[in-house]
Every structure is written in structure tokens, then in C-alpha cells.
């Protein structure tokens, strides 16, 4: 078989598509190319018998003789094979007749190859249509000069911009990708002939399903472009932020609590919200520059693209029916925009410039008049811009088309037979446009059961328009029946071929121009690679063309044979990737037409490797979740990381460094496993370095001012939602660290956010800390007490009532007084109820401990306001008890307390299990103010009472000795502060600040009383104590009564424990005397 040598000999002048020869087979003699394959007519000299029932029916006009201008007749059956002349393959040569302007539309290259490891295609796809012009490489050279001068412009104005606005001016390639003006069209165009006007509509596939592209290093390039992540700042309104958050924790919450089912409509949902949020122009930041996107957006692009393509938006329920549909769409059932639909809209949007159809538009005249007419016309039908189709086609005026001169029909525009005939055959084009699902009923699953019926028809279409325009040529069967022996060297000489091609123009019933045009129309919108490619203006088109207009099959089916109707049979039997998972089949569609974009080898299909927005696109058609993220953190760090939470979420971020990505560290430890150290970019690392930058922020505010959240709480959502806790709650516990605690408002938030993102440990963490700066910096016992509870620190609890309970008995007066309590003390000495009820609304096992401990306290309280009680009232005011119900409800106080206090050395022996409300220390003091209530005029206690009085005195008398030791210090102290004027005890504050790790006892319960620091006075000041008066005497205080002044300065244990033996005794009696049991 004949090979096409691998110089390139001159090439023909202005051919059609010099970019668009897949094989870039040169052309030897500017009469055209060498033939392949002899050529031998057909054998029948009036041509192939006619056919009936062709698909229009009655209903078209015969135009003069029935046998010729019968446009009614069908291709199939009646017509020789038409498709010997056309497809893709090694070696294979067509020639050209361009009726529309020579040159390609908008760019130039050096032809478009397929990629040398493409699967051999059948024997009649052997043959390539040659399209070299020495016109077009002159123009291509001009234009690369002038491409140069343009970016030497564009360096020149980079510089002078700073480093922001170059990245965001140089990713303005969305919609400025210019579409080149469109050139002059070239008569010598005429005088060859385009053998693939004899060819079905349909072509060999140019896109090898499952390629993967191999010429860039996507991941390379995006990383190559991303900056410093030194660099990064939050560019983005505290709107978009905060509603950005709203969002990504509406999915984290469905990812960890929905059915697999929901937490698919939950990504759509989320996904559709984002986009819905990107698009909104009064969320998205001012650029600097005037006309220049900002980062943002650009970053807002690139991901609703990705987004859509993943998750299309839903559709409305009062969607058209189809109009080949026989069956109702069900009320309930979920329909979704078809990703062709989603990649022209966004291609609409962000990636058009002006085109041949706003040129062509302005054209008054007619717009066929216009040069660049059909060219006008592919490229709306390419756009999916059917409105603009019809109304070009409509408005044609073809007595006015340019093109007739080009087929010598005269120099203003087509008259006579040629004009009708040219109107009927556009009539038919319109009237078939017009049945297309996308204009009756908004179809655009162009994969789906309604465009393949209208891929048929426009076969049928097609294959009429051959009949009515060349059926009855005798040159036609001579071009569609070679002999093909070219192995054996035959073939037929080139210039009998070349006769036949004008044969064939001058035999046509419509003119040339318009009938080769038409045959490209038609094949365009039945969906060939070749026309898809030969519209396309750049790579990002070639690649989005070749996904929207594909009809979901994987695999070519040849036709015209037995076997391939079989094949074509199966295939329609057979249940299809596209149509089970649409995404997944798109995804794939987009990466194989990638790799054929791009290792065509041509120029104009070239990645600019310095664009972020070009390699960014290349990374999404590629299926290269990691690269997009790469160039998406560049521009915006929002944008970035909920992208990769919803990859993450529907299982389509797939990381470039391992099979590991899906394990994390306690699997890997499951496994005895050491991950290396990685260095990718993951959802964890972005939402880590959002994070950063939350944490700096100060407070977010809406756009209307009602909702105000700050960067750290936003900071603590985002790490919440890392996939790997250990070093989530390392990140969280480090900003919660830096935090400053200014107030119990700010803990309470960061508590109960902690709390509700199920992170108690940072919030009993934080509660711990501001509770420690409450006991060294303040007086506040109340919220001290508090934040202990809620740090669940028991030991820190007792701590703080131990001091206060110390100051209450060594100084026989409850302390603080009523004047100097805090609120929160104050709430929970009087109303404790409430208190502890709303405190376990917040943290039940803190209510709990801080009731158990707090009851101790409580009572001495209640003991000393008892006592006091007639002293302290208010003019004009009368006691709540009269004095022996006051000094009943006194003593059973006391009788509480001391019996708590004692439980702990029953029998003398002492058991540190046992929990009790006041420490041990403190039973002598308590056993002090039981005095006054014994050897009294009337009895005050009950006989059980005075049992329990009497076991905590035998008790503490067989106690070990460290325990009397510690209660003798507490007595002396308490003696001392009653009868030594110049005695200073320290208050509960100053004590509170020192270590207690020197106050522990074997027993684990410490003695404040009597210790050196309760003793010292040193450094002491008592200015704040509110039981000290005139010099800090505490004698001068006003009391109900004071056991104190009834006993010597120096009086011990042992006459404490005497008196008060000696006046149960008594009491004991009297209760027997008056018959009390």
C-alpha cells in the first residue's frame, strides 16, 4: 500500500483545514494530492437503481426531473458504498474542496495527527484527505509574529504589576481566550475536490477510549506554580467565609451521622450551594485592577466546573417532556442537569470570546453575504448555540452568498434552479434542527435515547442530501468504487481523478459550496470527532467539544456489513458505563480526549505550562484531583480545602503517592506499618493551613450584621474535621493554648463549642486554665468553684471550700460576709438549687461534684447566718426565727458538720476512702461551737445529738496522733486569732496562690490550719479580709455568741474535749430526767 513519505513536499494552497489533517499527509502538485488506490467506475452506466421511502416523505417538492432531482430518495440500498473515502488511519490521504473559507477558524498549527499508538482502523478508513496550504503556513508565521510582539506587550505590562494582579491577569484565560478574527477565504478552495462529501456522517473514532495522557506532568507543573505557603492569606469576604463554614460542616455532620443514601444527596446539595455562593457577585472581592478577575474568582471558576462535572445541579419537575418520550416522567423521581449541558454552560460562560457568529450577524445584507457564513454556522452548532443556528440559516439570503462566486454561479449571490435548490436543502437543515431535542424539549443528554433517534434522522438526512445533490453522477461512483490494488502498483492517474472531482461539482444539483458545507453541518451534528476538532479553536475546546457532543459509546461499530450489524446490535443490547454512572463515564471521556488533544503534536493544542487556569482545566480533564487542588490553593485557600472536603467525601480525592491515602494512623498501626513521611497536598494539609489563617483573624461579620463569629472558633469548626484526630486535637489544643481568657462569656464559648464538636478534653482543658486564673488573680470563689467543676477537678474543689471552710471556723464568722460574695458564690450559697440545675445543663458530672463537695460549706454558712442573724439584720427589719427556733436550727447545722467531719475516724481509726464534705482538721474548731449549746438554762440538743457529739469526742480522743496533731493546730490558730491582737491570718486568696503540695498529709488530706502558711503574716495584707476590724482583731466582730472568749488563749484539745464531756453529760441526764428516749 502506498505510504506517504516522511518529507513534506510543497503543500496544496489553502486547503480547508491545514491544522485539521490527522495524519499531516503533504500533498505533491498544487492540482492536489496523489492518489492511494486506483479508481474504476462504476460498471452500471446510468448508476445505481432508485430507492423509495426516503425519510421526508411526500411532503418535499421534486425539483424538475424525478430520476435526478428526487430528493425524496434514501441513501440505504439503492446508493453505492459511501464510505470508502473516509476515516483515520497511518498512511491515508484526502483531498479537499472547501466551499467555505479555506482557512481554519481562528488559529493556525501544523495539523492535527493522531496519536501513533491509535488501534489500525478497517480498510475503507484508510484514507485521509490531505489539507496542506502554503497560504495557511504564511499566515501561520505571520500570526506567530504577531503572537510574540503581543507577549512581549504583555511582559513589559507584568512587570510594572505587583505579584498579585500578575497571577490574577495571568490567569485571565477563561474568558479571554481569544478566538482568532476570521481570514479570507481562498477561491483556489474550488478547485479541488472533498472526497468526504461521498462518506456516512459518522467517522472512525479519533478519541481511544481509556487513553491517558502522558505528555505533561500535570501534578508537576501545578505544584511548580503554587507559591510559598508563606504567602497565603485569606482574600475572601468574612461573608464568604463564614457561609463557606455553614456549609462544610452541614456535610461533615452528614458524612458522620446519614445513610449512605442521604449523604449522596447531601454532597449534591453541598456542592450546588458552593457554586451557587461562587457565583454570586456581591461575595466575591473587588479586584485591584479594572476588568481583571480576582484570584478568588478564578479559584471560583476552576471549581464550579469540577463541582458541576461531579455533582450536576438538579433540575426542575416542569421540564418539557420529550417529544419522542411515550412514557410520563414520574412526579417523584430526581433529575439532573447532563454533564454536556454543564460543560457548555460553563464554556459559555467563561471560556468565549468573539466569534464568527457576532460577526457574521452584523451582516445586513443577507448573512450568507458574509465570508465567514458556514463558518458562522459550525461554530454556533459547536457552542450548542441552536437559536443562533436557525437564525443564521434562516437569514442566509443565499442570492446574496458569497459562495457562489467561489463556484462561478455568479458574482452577487445564486439565482434560477441553484437558489431553489440550495433554500430547500437549508429548509431541510432548519426543519431538522428544529425537531432536535435540545431545542423541543431541552434535552441536552445528548448520550440518551432521544438524541440517538435524532442521529438517525440526520443519517437519513445526510444520506438524501447525497441522493438529491450527485445520486444520478456517473463521476460519483467512479470516486466511491475504486479499485483498491494498490499493492499490486495500479492506480488510476491523478488526473483522471481530478476530472471526475469536477465532473462531479458541475453534475451537482446543489452548489458545491453549499453542499460540502451542509455534509460538514451534518456530520457535526452527528457528532464526528473530525468536525468536532476541526471547529475547535484551542485545546480546552478540542477537549469540551469532544466530551459534549459524544454519543456514550466506547468502541466504533463499521457499517455496511452482516457482521457489523450484529455488532451494532449487541452494542445496543448492552448496558453502557455511560449510562450507569454518567460521571464516571464523563471523566474518562474527558482524560481520553486529553490524551488525543494532546499528543496530536500540534502547536495550537499545546498546554501554556505558565497559566494557572490552563494547567488547572488540564488537571481537571485529567481526572487529577490533586493537581487542581494545587493551583486552587494558590489562588484561595477557602476555595481549596472544601473543595477537597467534598473530593474526600464522595471518594473521587484520590492522592498521587501511594495506595496508603485511605488508611490512617491507627489502621497503619493495626498493620505494624511506618507511613512514610508525605509530601502531597491532602484535604488535611489545606484544612490545616486554613486553619492558620483563621486563627489570626479577629472577629467575621455578615454582610448584614446579625451574626459575628471569630477566626478562632471558625479555626477549631476546620480542624474538627480532619480525618486524622491525633494531630486535629494537637492543632486545636495549640490555638486554644494561644487564646487569651478575658472573660467567662469567651471560656463559656470555647467550652460549649468544644463540647459540641465532642472535644471535652480541650474543653475541660480550657475550663481548668481560666479556673487557675481566677484563684491567682482574683477573689471571685464562686466562678472559681465553677470552672473547677467544669474542668471535673475534684481535688482543686476541695482545695478552694477548704480555705473558705478554714477562714469560716478560725474565725467563727461566715466568710466572705453576705456584703462581699460574688455572684456566682452568692447564686450558689442561696439559691443552690438553680444553680447547680442550669450548670448541669452544661456539664451534669460538674454539677455533680460541685454539689457534693459545696454542701460543707454551705452549712457552716448556714450555722454562722443562723448565729448571727439578729445582728445582722437590717433596720426595720425582724429575724426570719425566733431566738431558740434560730438557735435549734443552728445547732442541727452543726450537728451535720461535725458528724461529717468525724465519719472519717470512727472508732480511731482513720480511713482515707471515706469522702467527706469538711476535712478532719477542722473537728476540734466545730466541737468549740458545740459548746454553747450544752450547760444552757433550756435544752437546745436532742438526745441524738448529743450521741453523735459524744462518739466524735471518743473518736478524736482515739484518733492516730497525726490527726490530733492537726486539729491541735487548727484550735490554736482559731484561739489565737480571737485573743492575740496582733495575730494576722493570711486571706483565702494568698493562700490560694501558694503550692499545697507542701500541706499533704500521709492521710492525702491536708491541713491548712496551722500551717506555716496559714500562720505567717509575713507580706500579708489585710486590707481586703471583711472579718477584720481595727487592727485585724477579730474580736471586735459582731457575733451571735463566740465559744472562743470562754476559753483561754492557750487552751488545748484536751479542754475542749473536758468541757464539753462534762456538759453532754448534763445534757444527757436532763434528757432522761424529762423521759426523752
Known sequence: MFRVPSSSPPSTPDSRRSSRNFNNAPSTTPAGPPPDISFIPSSTPAGPPPATGGLFGTSQPNFGNPRTLNFQRSAFGSSPPKNELFGVGSGSIKASTSGRPTTQRGRTGSGFRVPTSSPPQALHADLEEEDDSETGSEEEDESMDSDEDAEAEDDDDDDEMDEDEEEAEDDDDYGSHARGPPRSQNSLAQSTSRNSITEPPSSPLVVRPEAKQSQYDLLDLAKGLAPNNERAILRESDQVIMETERIAEKLHDSMASNAPEKRSDVLGEVAQELVALWKDPHQLPEPNHPGKASTVTHAARLASLLLNIHYPPHVSQNQRTSTYSLVPTRPDSRHFTPIPKVLL?????????????????????????????????????FWGDFSKTLK?????????????????????????????????????????????????????????HDWEIFRKRIRRAYEDLQEFAEGDSQNRQSVSQPFQASHFGISQSQNSFNMSTASRKAESNVPWSVYENLTRLYKQLYGS??????????????????A???????????????????????????????DITPVKAYCQRLSSALATVFESNEADFSLDCTSRAEVGLACIFDDNIEGVLQ????????????????????????????????????????????????????????LTDYSNL????????????????????LAIHALGRLDDVVAANEKIEQILNELPLQSSDRVDKITQLCHSMDLSKHALGIALKYANHLRNNTENYGDTLLYYARAHDANKIQEVLRVLVAHCLVKSIAYPPPAELDDSLSALITSPKQTLTKLASQDPEGAQLLSNYLSGYATIRKFYDLRDEEILVQDGEKPAHRPMARKRAAANALMVIIASAASSIRGGLYDPEIETVVQVDVLLPLLGEALVFVNQPKRTLALRHLYALLAAVEDLDTAPSMIRSQCEECLSTALSAAHDSNSRIPSPHSLLQKSTSNLTTASSQYSIIGSAEFGSVEGVSTENSGVLIRGGNVDDAKRGWDWRKGMGKDATGSDVVRVLRLGIAREMARAFAEGEA
Open 548 to 578: 459534549i457532543w459524544w454519543n456514550g459509546d466506547e468502541e466504533e461499530v463499521a457499517q455496511g456489513s452482516l457482521a457489523a450489524s450484529r455488532r451494532s446490535i449487541a452494542r445496543s443490547q448492552r448496558v453502557r458505563t455511560v
Open 345 to 381: 454552560d460553563w464554556m459559555n460562560n467563561y471560556h468565549r470570546s468573539i466569534s464568527e457568529v457576532d460577526l457574521v450577524l452584523k451582516e445586513t445584507r443577507g448573512y450568507s453575504a458574509h465570508t465567514h457564513f458556514w463558518d458562522a454556522v459550525q461554530a454556533s452548532v
Open 392 to 448: 443564521l440559516l434562516k437569514g442566509a439570503r443565499f442570492e446574496v452568498a458569497e459562495t457562489a462566486q467561489h463556484d462561478e454561479l455568479g458574482n452577487t449571490g445564486y439565482s434560477g434552479s441553484h437558489l431553489r435548490h440550495t433554500n430547500e436543502v437549508v429548509r431541510i437543515v432548519i426543519n431538522l434542527i428544529e425537531e432536535c431535542p435540545a431545542i423541543a424539549s431541552q434535552d441536552w443528554d445528548i448520550k440518551g
Open 529 to 546: 470527532e473530525e468536525e468536532i476538532i476541526a471547529v475547535a479553536t484551542d485545546w480546552v475546546e478540542a477537549v469540551v467539544g469532544l
Open 631 to 686: 493551583i486552587l490553593r494558590n489562588w484561595s485557600l477557602v476555595v481549596a480545602s472544601v473543595v477537597a472536603e467534598v473530593a474526600s467525601s464522595g471518594e473521587w480525592l484520590m492522592r498521587a503517592d501511594g495506595i496508603l491515602d485511605q488508611f490512617d494512623q491507627s489502621d497503619l498501626m493495626v498493620f505494624n506499618y511506618t507511613e512514610p513521611k508525605r509530601t502531597g497536598i491532602s484535604k488535611d494539609s489545606l
Open 694 to 713: 483563621l486563627a489570626r483573624k479577629g472577629q467575621l461579620t455578615s454582610r448584614d450584621g446579625k451574626t459575628v463569629r471569630e477566626g478562632w472558633e
